[in-house]
């Protein structure tokens, strides 16, 4: 049973636009969210996350937009870039801080140059 | 900061051996540390979330006998894969993190297993 979804498996996005990364979530109890990303071969990376008290994070070129009553989550790179090419993760947990995730199933992001 | 190695990165084995595979915090203390697998075009499964000096607790579905696990200090946990298959074939990540209950988990780079 999927907990955390990404219904994208990839996206391609030209250099300078904006990247959006969209994840679904179906455990009500979820109230921690994290983006990571992450290339071949290595372990994911965090880039930001977002508490359920908060309906928006920012952190330089990304921002993560969370609406509870959807279950949906997304995160927005502006502008992008080659180097953000790679796996994006969204991850959820229950209670505080970020343990016991639930991943998503990635979407991998391609940015043209 | 918050830095994680994993060893080996790689490693192939015969069915039937045993594969350790070391994760270490390089520049924190790491209270709690999680162990997770990756098949090819899937999410991270976890497989068990391991505290320093206690015992680890396992997901469901996981043989806590097949997947030895140790943290035996605030930098150090140890995966040890017994009597490996091929369906053990996977890739490993662990992560860790600072506070317990709480905090980002960061992970490590992985280690690829092939059990031929």
């Known amino acids: 049973d999927q907990q955390v979804k990404q219904n994208s498996p990839s996206l391609s996005v030209q250099e300078g636009r904006i990247s959006i990364l969209n994840c679904d979530y179906t455990?009500?109890?979820?109230?921690?969210f994290l983006w990571y990303k992450k290339y071949p071969a290595e372990g994911p990376t965090f880039l930001i996350s977002i508490s359920s008290i908060k309906d928006k994070n920012e952190d330089g070129r990304f921002t993560v937009f969370l609406n509870k009553s959807a279950k949906h989550l997304s995160l927005h790179i502006v502008p992008s870039q080659p180097g953000d090419s790679a796996v994006y993760f969204c991850?959820?947990?229950?209670?505080?801080?970020?343990?016991?995730?639930?991943f998503g199933t990635g979407t991998r992001l391609t940015v043209i140059p | 900061g918050a830095v994680v190695s994993q060893h080996p990165s790689r490693v192939i084995c015969k069915s039937g051996t045993s594969v350790k595979i070391e994760c270490r915090s390089l520049d924190f203390q790491a209270t709690t540390m999680f162990w997770y697998r990756q098949f090819p075009k899937q999410s991270l499964m976890l497989m068990a979330t391991?505290?320093?000096?206690?015992?680890?607790?396992?997901e469901q579905g996981v043989e806590k006998d097949k997947f030895l696990i140790n943290h035996a200090s605030l930098t150090l946990s140890t995966l040890t894969v017994t009597s490996a298959h091929p369906e053990d074939s996977s890739f490993y990540i662990c992560?860790?993190?600072?506070?317990?209950?709480?905090?980002?988990?960061?992970f490590g780079p992985g280690t690829r297993l092939t059990v031929l």
């Open positions: 991850a959820a947990s229950a209670g505080t801080g970020a343990n016991n995730l639930f």
């Open positions: 992560s860790a993190s600072q506070l317990a209950g709480g905090d980002t988990q960061y």
């Open positions: 455990n009500s109890m979820f109230d921690y």
């Open positions: 391991s505290n320093e000096g206690s015992k680890a607790t396992y």
